[in-house]
């Protein structure tokens, strides 16, 4: 399989440290409120990738965290006049119920950055004992940059830009705390009213970028295969992750880097004040959580991707199409007449062939979307002249590879009663000898027995009533 490493800006062969085992970390949600739809495409993208990568037989070691402190989280916890932790659990709960709504599955290990202050401070200290870091007057402890030869290597920023940048915030600086106005903190002493953990700098709490840093490190190790999340964190967060693990560790942070595109809303950037904000929540409770999943899927991952009703509405259609061809399989398999062409295997190995090819190739779900649906097509067409056989064949590579996308989770599988099917099958003889009436009276029975028939070009199609 071939992905875009952002650090090396090509694609390049994923290649794990340990043949057939991928170790991934993903940046996770700040609890602070409802997942907006922006915070859903990392969510799906890397899922589905993960999907893939089992589905080709590998293991694959997934963590991805739970930001549980942080400033939005204490403000929101002042405005309530409740507490940063309380904040913290109500919207994890509520993330952690749209993730399952959108049939993600879970990580491996979901590690809360609270739990893992011992391992953040651990890091603390070896950065200040290496010279990384240093501690300030105040308690606050920074990283220093200029201290990282390395540093802007992600975001490809550069440096003399970066001092440039710095000589005028330096002009701005309303105090002397940091060295250098590049510097970032690793640790913030305590203010009145926050949370705050003991150390040895004083009562304080973990910077932002050094959470992820400690869980990444506990929980796979000091070098990982991939790092993964959006694009808005490459920097500053990843790239100051990348200068705080590497100069602790002294080895390479994440071999490879994967970084989804922005959401848009109607062609604009998501924004509160152009009030074309959605979370996922809003958007599911009008169309469900499984068309926010195909939306994702719709477009490249590094491609930005515009938010519009119609096109939502337009995914929920495609949702139906793939829906309505499962059943019909589903009603094709229950007959106890078949066919004998065998054409059907034919096109679903060459589904998964495409489907694969297009996977493999930078996760290029679009292409893969198309294989399903041109197996689709395949099967509306031959279904009625197939073999038990490749009737079966079609139903196990629709599911596979709609599976590997995360699609079709909510089907619904009424079993037929041998009854109704025989019904079904003694209708199409009336109708083929047209015999209206008796036809009408099979329908009839159909209804009191609390199944709807509808004749398709693909045969009858029976529904629950």
Same mark, same amino acid.
């Given at each position: ?24 970390? $993903?940046?996770?949600?700040? $609890? ?99 010279? /990384?870091?240093? $501690? ?12 990282? *030869? ?13 001092? &440039? ?33 003991? &150390? *040895?700098?004083?009562?304080?709490? *973990? ?51 994967? /970084? ?43 491609? *930005?991707?515009?938010?519009? $009703? ?23 398999? &229950? ?127 029976? &529904?629950?009533?």
């Amino acid at each position: 399989m071939q992905i875009f490493n952002t650090l090396t800006r090509q694609k390049e062969e994923f290649v794990p440290q340990v043949p057939g085992e991928y170790r991934i970390y $993903v940046c996770g949600p700040t $609890v602070y409120n409802y997942i907006h739809i922006g915070n859903a495409r990392p969510l799906i993208v890397f899922d589905t990738l993960r999907r893939y990568l089992e589905y080709r037989g590998n293991k694959v070691i997934y963590v991805s965290n739970i930001t549980d402190i942080d400033d939005k989280l204490i403000k929101k916890g002042q405005e309530e006049g409740t507490s940063m932790k309380e904040v913290a659990q109500r919207f994890e709960a509520e993330y952690l119920k749209d993730a399952a709504g959108l049939n993600c599955e879970k990580p491996t290990v979901q590690p809360r950055a609270t739990e893992h202050i011992p391992q953040i401070l651990d890091i603390v200290k070896d950065l200040i004992d290496s010279g /990384h870091a240093y $501690v300030a007057k105040n308690g606050d402890v920074y990283f220093r940059v200029k201290s990282d *030869p390395g540093y802007g290597k992600l975001s490809h920023l550069n440096l003399d830009d970066l001092e &440039s940048g710095n000589r005028e915030l330096r002009s701005r600086m309303e105090d002397d705390l940091k060295e250098d106005p590049a510097d970032f903190a690793v640790w913030k002493a305590a203010k009145p009213g926050e949370p705050a953990w003991e &150390s *040895p700098y004083g009562m304080g709490r *973990p910077g932002w970028h050094i959470e992820c840093s400690a869980m990444s490190r506990t929980h796979l190790g000091k070098t990982i295969d991939l790092h993964c999340g959006g694009q808005d964190l490459i920097f500053p967060h990843h790239e100051n992750e990348i200068a705080q693990s590497e100069c602790a560790n002294g080895c390479e942070f994440a071999r490879y880097w994967m /970084h989804n595109g922005f959401i848009n809303v109607d062609n604009q950037k998501m924004s509160k004040s152009l009030h074309n904000f959605f979370t996922v929540r809003d958007v599911a409770n009008l169309y469900g959580y499984e068309p926010i999943r195909y939306f994702m899927l719709t477009a490249g991952y590094r491609m *930005p991707l515009n938010y519009t $009703v119609d096109l939502i509405e337009s995914c929920k259609n495609s949702l139906e199409r793939l829906y309505t061809c499962r059943e019909n399989l589903d009603f094709a398999l &229950s007959k106890t007449d078949f066919g004998t062409d065998e054409t059907l295997k034919e096109k679903a190995a060459e589904a998964r062939t495409k489907f694969c090819t297009a996977m493999d190739d930078d996760l290029n779900t679009p292409d893969a979307l198309a294989a399903v649906f041109d197996l689709v097509k395949e099967i509306n067409t031959l279904s009625a002249a197939s073999s038990k056989a490749a009737l079966e064949t079609a139903a196990a590579a629709f599911d596979e590879i709609t599976g590997v996308l995360g699609l079709l989770y909510n089907r619904k599988k009424d079993e037929v009663p041998a009854e109704v099917t025989a019904l079904v099958e003694k209708r199409a003889a009336a109708k083929k000898a047209k015999d209206w009436a008796t036809a009408d009276a099979i329908r009839a029975q159909l209804t009191e027995l609390g199944w709807a028939v509808k004749d398709t070009a693909q045969g009858p199609q029976l &529904s629950k009533l």
